[in-house]
């Protein structure tokens, strides 16, 4: 049976000794292991991650106590060394990814010897997932310590469904092309069939750096890679809300907060809870309650900001720094305002038990979640769904990415210091209905949006994308099924076929100019031609005199300018009667203009088209303008019998009345039985000869799988191949 495999750095239990050098497991707390709980418990299914020890030479039998303990609780351990986890982990993942990723890039560093070692360890977790899977299994991999897996699996198991949640920020194109491997990067995450953002602008930024640095476009989100649709989506984290909502109630928590409020004082209390990390904006929050103290002076003594920080990546420069920032920043302030009895900041530099954590957000009267960048950010959740009696004021940066769903908050720039001061006065004003509404509208949200809900959501996503790519029309041709057209090729007693010519025979050129035929291909059509029975019609959008200069010594016949122009064997060149061309001196202009804003973009004239090319022109640009023309041509070329068509870098403008199907009839149609066609083609206007043919023809497309023909491969050389395997019969 299938199984669900969920991949993530750390295991959802930490694995430490404790003084006596025992081993202890200590499960994790955090909302991903509770969702994804319910998900690898179950049968066969399993975790891949580091379980956060490190074995050497000498410990062998306690790795080996882990390795049996976790087994049998459906996780995997992948063990990493020191060196490893100072390369991959402090190194290339939080050094070098975690800055650039929230928009930290001078703190990034390009090491070779970090990126090296982010290579061998994602191999060493693709392995561990190699060392279970089986070829139809889910795999589903967290974050961005582990880009490169996704396609390192893919290369293995082809088929299998792989998923990607990526849970930090996606930066925009400008920011992520400072990497030195970002091409690397972005192959590796599209080995996925499934790759999910916290937000809409994540997953924007994520396309715009693929169609950039990938040279891949997207429709709605969809990608085709390697002739696997790729979905791109964002699915919003949630929290285990139950679990907090209960937790706020436990008669353990309301005893911790009696405990806490006799000795804080009847005052009002803001709380701030992060881990230590320079995105949370920690310093930029104390300056804030800084200048809030000067600013409204009758708040001294009266109000008190709780912050709770917990130590992390402490091995990294930054973070040390940063740790001595926050200590400063806190004595200077409680030195400059602090009183005998009033504090202005309780400072925690520790984590707490989860009763503790819920007792503040139950006291606290306004949540102060103010970072400079975070993915989602679930401590404001947290906040909201503990706030049995719905009152409280949630500060919410417009940074994080849990400002898209909770625009009840407070929405602060919070490089905008003093918006955040008087939004802090405005929390503190508010009067009680107003924050009661507020609150539950965004209870209400985050109720629904759980953690359950996500990972459902992700998962079903998956099982999706995967049946929509099997039961696509389109089939990749393996061996067995070339071999079968070769066999009815041979058998049949009347051969034709149609072939589309540029990225169908030859390689898309960006200069049309070089796409001339070679030997190898000219070889192939004479042997085609020489065969009995046996018609070959090269179908292009091209004009009649580059196809009769490039082919026309051999024996095939042409459809050119996508049907306008016809040539059977041993007759001229004909062309469609009575065709209207007064189109032209309306549409011209309109290309003109848009020629003469768009740098290395022109356009050709065909004798019944108009085709505005922008394969010279920059990356994106050509595709905007391309999109422009289109709307500003759909209403007139409705009303002008014209149709619109988008290829390869090219948008072309052509009478209605002419298409490739249309023009395949010539052939098709003689009722002659026993005749065996094949029809091959690239692009968007070889889908209409493909619904041209009749029911037993053989249709294949060239690069990705959705099309109408029934089969597809991956490009002009397995074309030629099979050409040429037909013409060898
Ligand atoms: C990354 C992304 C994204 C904090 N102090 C204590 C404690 N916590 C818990 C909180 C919360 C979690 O830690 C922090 O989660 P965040 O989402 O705020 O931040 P990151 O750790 O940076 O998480 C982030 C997330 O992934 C999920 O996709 O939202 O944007 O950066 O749950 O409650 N828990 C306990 N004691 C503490 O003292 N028990």
């Given at each position: 049976?299938?199984?669900?495999?969920?991949?993530?750095?750390?295991?959802?239990?930490?694995?430490?000794?404790?003084?006596?050098?025992?081993?202890?497991?200590?499960?994790?707390e955090g909302?991903?292991?509770t969702?994804?709980?319910s998900?690898?418990?179950?049968?066969?299914?399993v975790?891949?991650?580091?379980?956060?020890?490190?074995?050497?030479?000498?410990?062998?039998?306690?790795?080996?106590?882990?390795?049996?303990?976790?087994?049998?609780e459906?996780?995997?351990?992948?063990?990493?060394?020191?060196?490893?986890?100072?390369?991959?982990?402090?190194?290339?993942?939080?050094?070098?990814?975690?800055?650039t990723f929230?928009?930290?890039?001078?703190?990034?560093?390009?090491?070779?010897?970090?990126?090296?070692?982010?290579?061998?360890?994602?191999?060493?977790?693709?392995?561990?997932?190699l060392?279970?899977?089986?070829?139809?299994?889910?795999?589903?991999?967290?974050?961005?310590?582990?880009?490169l897996?996704?396609?390192?699996?893919?290369?293995?198991?082809?088929?299998?469904?792989?998923?990607?949640?990526?849970?930090?920020?996606?930066?925009?194109?400008?920011?992520?092309?400072?990497?030195?491997?970002?091409?690397?990067?972005?192959?590796?995450?599209?080995?996925?069939?499934?790759?999910?953002?916290?937000?809409y602008?994540?997953?924007?930024?994520?396309?715009s750096?693929?169609?950039?640095?990938?040279?891949?476009?997207?429709?709605?989100?969809?990608?085709?890679?390697?002739?696997?649709?790729?979905?791109?989506?964002?699915?919003?984290?949630?929290?285990?809300?139950?679990?907090?909502?209960?937790?706020?109630?436990?008669?353990?928590?309301?005893?911790?907060?009696?405990?806490?409020?006799?000795?804080?004082?009847d005052?009002?209390?803001?709380?701030s809870?992060?881990?230590l990390?320079?995105?949370?904006?920690?310093?930029?929050?104390?300056?804030?309650?800084?200048?809030?103290?000067?600013?409204?002076?009758?708040?001294?003594?009266k109000?008190?900001?709780i912050?709770?920080?917990?130590?992390s990546?402490?091995?990294?420069?930054?973070y040390?720094d940063?740790?001595?920032?926050?200590?400063?920043l806190?004595?200077?302030?409680?030195?400059?305002?602090?009183?005998?009895?009033?504090?202005?900041?309780?400072y925690?530099?520790?984590?707490?038990?989860?009763?503790?954590?819920?007792?503040?957000?139950?006291?606290?009267?306004?949540?102060?979640?103010?970072?400079?960048?975070?993915?989602?950010?679930?401590?404001?959740?947290?906040?909201?769904?503990?706030?049995l009696d719905?009152?409280?004021?949630?500060?919410?940066?417009e940074?994080?990415?849990?400002?898209k769903?909770?625009?009840?908050?407070?929405?602060?720039?919070?490089?905008?210091?003093?918006?955040?001061?008087?939004?802090?006065?405005?929390?503190?004003?508010?009067p009680?209905?107003e924050?009661?509404?507020?609150?539950?509208?965004?209870?209400?949200?985050?109720?629904?949006?759980?953690?359950?809900?996500?990972?459902?959501?992700?998962?079903?996503?998956?099982?999706?994308?995967?049946?929509?790519?099997?039961?696509?029309?389109?089939?990749?041709?393996?061996t067995?099924?070339r071999d079968?057209?070769?066999?009815?090729?041979?058998?049949?007693?009347?051969?034709?076929?149609?072939?589309?010519?540029?990225?169908?025979?030859?390689?898309?050129?960006?200069?049309?100019?070089?796409?001339?035929?070679?030997?190898?291909l000219?070889?192939?059509?004479?042997?085609?031609?020489?065969?009995?029975n046996?018609?070959?019609?090269?179908?292009?959008g091209?004009?009649?005199?580059?196809?009769?200069?490039?082919?026309?010594?051999?024996?095939?016949?042409?459809?050119?300018?996508?049907?306008?122009?016809?040539?059977?064997?041993?007759?001229?060149?004909?062309?469609?009667?009575?065709?209207?061309n007064?189109?032209?001196?309306?549409?011209?202009?309109?290309?003109?203009?848009?020629?003469?804003?768009?740098?290395?973009?022109?356009?050709?004239?065909?004798?019944?088209?108009?085709?505005?090319?922008?394969?010279?022109?920059?990356?994106?640009?050509?595709?905007l303008?391309?999109r422009?023309i289109?709307?500003?041509?759909?209403?007139?070329?409705?009303?002008?019998?014209?149709?619109?068509?988008?290829?390869?870098?090219?948008?072309?403008?052509?009478?209605?009345?002419?298409?490739?199907?249309?023009?395949?009839?010539?052939?098709?149609?003689?009722?002659?039985?026993n005749?065996?066609?094949?029809?091959?083609g690239?692009d968007?206007?070889?889908?209409?000869?493909?619904?041209?043919?009749?029911?037993?023809?053989?249709?294949?497309?060239?690069?990705?799988?959705?099309?109408?023909?029934?089969?597809?491969?991956?490009?002009?050389?397995?074309?030629?191949?099979?050409?040429?395997?037909?013409?060898?019969?």
């Amino acid at each position: 049976m299938a199984r669900t495999i969920i991949v993530s750095n750390r295991l959802p239990v930490k694995v430490q000794r404790d003084d006596n050098g025992d081993l202890q497991y200590k499960p994790s707390e955090g909302g991903l292991a509770t969702g994804l709980g319910s998900i690898y418990k179950k049968g066969d299914n399993v975790w891949v991650g580091w379980p956060g020890l490190y074995f050497n030479d000498k410990n062998k039998e306690s790795k080996k106590e882990v390795t049996e303990r976790l087994s049998s609780e459906n996780m995997e351990p992948v063990y990493l060394s020191e060196s490893e986890i100072k390369l991959f982990y402090e190194g290339f993942s939080n050094e070098t990814l975690w800055p650039t990723f929230h928009y930290f890039n001078q703190y990034a560093l390009y090491k070779r010897s970090y990126y090296e070692a982010y290579k061998k360890v994602n191999q060493k977790f693709c392995d561990a997932v190699l060392e279970l899977a089986n070829p139809d299994d889910t795999i589903w991999i967290h974050d961005y310590q582990l880009m490169l897996v996704p396609d390192m699996i893919r290369e293995k198991l082809p088929d299998a469904s792989i998923g990607f949640f990526l849970h930090i920020p996606f930066p925009s194109f400008e920011v992520f092309r400072l990497l030195p491997w970002r091409r690397e990067l972005l192959d590796g995450v599209l080995g996925s069939d499934l790759v999910g953002f916290h937000t809409y602008d994540d997953m924007r930024h994520f396309l715009s750096a693929v169609s950039r640095i990938c040279y891949i476009g997207n429709q709605q989100g969809q990608i085709t890679k390697d002739r696997r649709t790729i979905v791109i989506d964002s699915f919003p984290i949630g929290i285990d809300y139950d679990k907090y909502a209960n937790s706020s109630s436990a008669p353990s928590t309301l005893s911790k907060e009696v405990r806490f409020r006799t000795s804080i004082g009847d005052q009002k209390l803001m709380l701030s809870i992060d881990r230590l990390d320079y995105s949370k904006g920690i310093p930029a929050r104390l300056e804030i309650f800084d200048i809030f103290l000067s600013k409204y002076p009758e708040y001294q003594g009266k109000v008190s900001l709780i912050m709770v920080v917990v130590p992390s990546r402490d091995n990294v420069e930054k973070y040390k720094d940063l740790k001595e920032e926050v200590d400063l920043l806190v004595g200077r302030i409680n030195g400059k305002y602090g009183s005998m009895n009033w504090t202005p900041i309780h400072y925690f530099y520790r984590s707490f038990p989860l009763e503790d954590l819920s007792a503040f957000y139950r006291m606290a009267d306004v949540a102060l979640v103010t970072p400079m960048r975070d993915g989602m950010n679930l401590v404001c959740k947290e906040y909201v769904a503990s706030k049995l009696d719905k009152r409280g004021v949630l500060i919410l940066s417009e940074m994080a990415g849990a400002s898209k769903e909770l625009s009840e908050a407070l929405i602060v720039n919070p490089n905008d210091k003093h918006q955040v001061v008087d939004a802090i006065y405005k929390a503190l004003k508010m009067p009680v209905d107003e924050q009661e509404k507020h609150m539950a509208f965004m209870q209400k949200t985050i109720k629904k949006f759980n953690i359950h809900h996500w990972v459902k959501l992700f998962l079903d996503r998956l099982d999706n994308v995967k049946e929509r790519q099997k039961t696509m029309g389109t089939k990749v041709m393996d061996t067995k099924m070339r071999d079968d057209i070769i066999t009815d090729f041979k058998t049949s007693d009347k051969r034709l076929l149609f072939l589309d010519y540029d990225g169908t025979l030859v390689p898309f050129n960006s200069d049309p100019q070089e796409a001339k035929p070679d030997k190898e291909l000219i070889d192939i059509l004479h042997k085609l031609t020489s065969l009995d029975n046996t018609n070959v019609v090269i179908i292009s959008g091209r004009d009649k005199n580059t196809l009769q200069n490039w082919l026309g010594d051999i024996d095939v016949e042409f459809v050119g300018e996508h049907g306008v122009w016809l040539k059977m064997r041993d007759e001229d060149w004909k062309t469609i009667d009575n065709l209207d061309n007064s189109w032209k001196d309306e549409i011209r202009p309109i290309l003109e203009m848009y020629s003469d804003k768009t740098p290395r973009s022109f356009i050709e004239e065909k004798d019944y088209s108009l085709v505005w090319h922008y394969r010279q022109v920059e990356t994106g640009l050509g595709e905007l303008r391309a999109r422009e023309i289109i709307s500003h041509l759909k209403y007139l070329s409705s009303n002008m019998n014209l149709e619109v068509l988008e290829g390869n870098k090219v948008v072309e403008i052509k009478n209605l009345e002419v298409n490739k199907g249309k023009a395949t009839t010539r052939w098709i149609g003689s009722g002659k039985k026993n005749k065996f066609i094949l029809a091959v083609g690239d692009d968007w206007t070889d889908e209409d000869t493909f619904k041209a043919m009749p029911k037993g023809a053989c249709t294949v497309k060239v690069g990705d799988l959705k099309s109408a023909a029934k089969y597809s491969v991956k490009d002009h050389e397995a074309v030629r191949e099979l050409l040429g395997m037909m013409a060898d019969s």
